[in-house]
């Protein structure tokens, strides 16, 4: 088992050049949030932008669209129809297909704060984009049993998720743990899953052979709701930049996930300095996005 180091993540992290610009650095697309959820999908969208893709996409809820449009400037909002309870409906597949075409995006978001939506199903099937899948998208792929796509995936099931992607009790201990990170790494056919916790795991397959990254920062700060899609956001806008520059493989895809959750823990720890891990929200972790990056530049060991 690797070791995640400052080292590693600050080799990792994507370049940015004096001379780029926003084209330069990926277009993410989120597609995420419900009327009960509507917060997943904001923390998702600002992550992603903070962590420095070049243009961030939010497909959302059409009632939910105008207040968050101006609660995230920064971020380009597509508003999509939804059920009577507040989820995307079946029917946006036609509106975002075509905004996809429009949009090209680099990488796809799929299930923070989406719940039960019936676009979910199809939105897997169909899409064929380098992705990731979280929250609402693994459940749907948990009663799919449908792992494997042509593009690398990065999958970033908790230990519940994990346990129903593989039919299986919840991990309790290391071993448990690092064992479904490997089933499930096994399963996903050149892409990364990233099973979270404490020592949070990132495992890949290659050549039949896989090999597992172990995170050093984090703690009981990031343990609150909301921290999830901020690690899925942070995840998916380090791998925009890196597979624009690099190609979207496997091997980006693994960069983006080595260096994403040494930063995410880091931002955690950082925002547990000044208010506690008891009072550290989401919204907080994205704040030291900015401040983890900078102290794994400025001094690698």
């Known amino acids: ?12 992290l994507p370049v940015r050049t004096i001379s780029a610009h926003k084209g330069s650095f990926g277009r993410v697309l989120v597609v995420a949030g419900s009327r009960t959820m509507c917060g997943a999908g904001y923390l998702c969208a600002k992550s992603a932008l903070v ?13 939910l669209q105008p207040a968050f449009a101006a609660a995230l400037p920064e971020a380009i ?13 079946a029917s946006a597949w036609k509106t ?5 075409g429009k949009i090209r995006p680099s990488v796809l978001v799929v299930g923070p704060g989406m719940g039960n939506s019936p676009l979910l199903p199809r939105l897997l099937q169909e899409t064929d984009l380098p992705s990731v899948w979280d929250a609402g998208a693994l459940d749907v792929l948990a009663r799919m049993q449908r792992f494997r796509s042509s593009k690398p995936v990065i999958i970033t099931p908790h230990p519940g998720e994990a346990a129903r992607l593989l039919h299986v009790p919840v991990a309790m201990d290391v071993t448990s743990r690092v ?18 916790g404490h ?4 495992a890949v397959c290659r050549d039949k ?36 520059a ?16 040494y930063i995410h823990g880091l931002a955690g720890d950082l925002a547990a300095q000044g208010r506690s891990s008891y009072s550290v929200l989401a919204s907080h972790t994205i704040e030291h996005i900015g401040p983890a990056v900078r102290q794994i530049q400025g001094g690698k060991k």
């Open 199 to 202: 020592d949070t795991l990132v």
């Open 246 to 261: 690099e190609g979207f493989t496997t091997d980006t895809a693994v960069k983006a996930c080595v260096s994403g959750v």
């Open 209 to 244: 052979k896989t090999e597992i990254w172990r995170n050093t920062t984090g703690g009981p700060a990031l343990a609150k709701g909301g921290s999830g899609d901020v690690l899925a956001g942070l995840l998916a806008g380090l791998w925009a930049q890196l597979g624009t």
């Open 1 to 12: 088992m690797h070791i995640i180091t400052r080292r590693l993540a600050a080799d990792s």
């Open 179 to 196: 064992q479904h990170a490997t089933q499930l790494a096994d399963q996903l056919n050149g892409g990364v899953c990233v099973l979270k």
């Open 77 to 89: 909002t597509l508003p999509l129809p939804e059920t009577s309870g507040g989820e995307i409906a």
């Open 51 to 63: 962590s420095g893709a070049g243009l961030v996409y939010w497909a959302l809820p059409q009632t």
């Open 96 to 100: 975002l297909s075509l905004w996809m």
